[in-house]
């Protein structure tokens, strides 16, 4: 059987999702002053107006989807913190049971 010899930090986890949450969240607010949804009422009527418009529309899809793929790898390292949590505090309970409290 192959020992292991690692121990996870899960508060440096919990660290790294909350500050990449934070990015996701300045990203998300980046993107919204960056459509290009002017464009079109500036140019009402031309070929440009409806390109621009078709533009913004698959800019905030995308934007929503980079932010939704950012704060969904926030939570999923959330979720593996908490695991660690879990199995390390299960780990302590039973080494406990079986010492008895000493």
Do not use: C, N
Request: aromatic residues 6%; hydrophobic residues 45%.
């Amino acid at each position: 059987m192959r020992k292991v010899d690692y121990k996870v930090d899960w508060a440096v986890l919990r660290q790294a999702s909350a500050r990449i949450d934070a990015i996701a969240q300045g990203a998300a607010s980046a993107m919204t002053s960056m459509r290009l949804d002017k464009v079109a009422t500036a140019l009402p009527g031309s070929l440009s107006a409806g390109r621009a418009a078709a533009l913004d529309g698959q800019f905030v899809d995308d934007a929503r989807a980079l932010t939704e793929s950012v704060r969904g790898h926030a939570d999923q390292l959330e979720s593996t913190a908490e695991s660690y949590a879990q199995a390390e505090e299960r780990a302590r309970q039973l080494v406990e049971q079986f010492y008895g409290g000493l």
